[in-house]
């Protein structure tokens, strides 16, 4: 086996199998480690899946030997913020503890490439416009408390060892595969543009808008939403990157500015054509008012170049793609 592997882990979930589906485009060779508790089987288009934990050591050291893997991505995590509130150790086990068994299985056999899937929650709520790396990280949730100890491992293991890493900070993923192949699937949604699609399609009554009383120039939550195709990209370029001898480094994703949930849900309102049923509701819990990436660093190391920062791109192919869900689960 000449060719270097390159294994996914949580490859069968939203935002690693579309990165999945654009490794394999590039001709890499991939291999996903998923457990199915929330991906799933038809989402991996390339490459074999292994079903399976990242805590297991005997499993992880067999696929990496196995598949002469030179490079990890990865994105396993559970991702549901209030979940991590209820049920932390859940979170600080398959986040924090499985990621220290994966690293430990790299360090053995060698692995020389690490991508991390980390995310703005590591931010906290900061006080200033925009969050840049240098920000200072004060988690708020166990979520990002959990991404955040990974981050912290993950340094300390590279400043002793021959391990690079590139750890990616996601802001607000949306969108789904252009060509409609892949998209989130998630049961039970809360993110805002899943929840307002699935309203605009009748499968659910209504979305909520959680908070009208910010300090914000409409009153509602401004965020920063990025395409799951210009992230998967950055990941890719994350690959070239430590491949081409780069430093181990962390990266915000995003596009640098936001839109706020009116915003959003206007945009949804002209993809499909007609009005939402909008309620308004109190805050919730843990918002913050903004959290907008400062992304001058992901365009300035990775040489990384949007192609939809675009609102009405994003909440097309959302809408496009629930669509499909809709029509599979009527056939
Ligand atoms: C998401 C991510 C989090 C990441 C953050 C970065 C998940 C599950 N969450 O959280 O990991 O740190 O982006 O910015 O991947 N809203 C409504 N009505 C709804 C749902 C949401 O008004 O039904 C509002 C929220 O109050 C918020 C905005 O929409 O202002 C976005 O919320 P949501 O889509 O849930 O994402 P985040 O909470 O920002």
Known sequence: MSKKGVLVTGGAG????????QLGEAGEQVVTLDNLSTGFREAVLYGELIEGNTGDKALVSQILHDHNIESVLHFAAHTIVPESVSNPLKYYGNNTCATRNLL??????????????????????????????DTATAPINPYGTSKLMSEWMLRDLSAVTDLKHVVLRYFNVAGSDPEGRIGQSTAKATLLTKVACEAALGKRESVAIFGTDYPTPDGTGIRDYIHVEDLAAAHLCALDYLRNGGESTTLNCGYGHGYSVREVLDAVERANGKPLNIREEARRAGDPPQLIAGADRIHKVLGWEPQYDNLDTIVRTSLAWERKLQSKSTQ
């Open 104 to 133: 430990a299985c790299c360090q053995e056999a060698g692995v020389k490439h690490f991508i991390f899937s980390s995310t703005a929650a590591v931010y906290g709520m900061p006080e200033a416009d925009k969050a840049w790396e």
């Open 14 to 21: 939203y935002i690693g199998s579309h990165t999945l589906r």
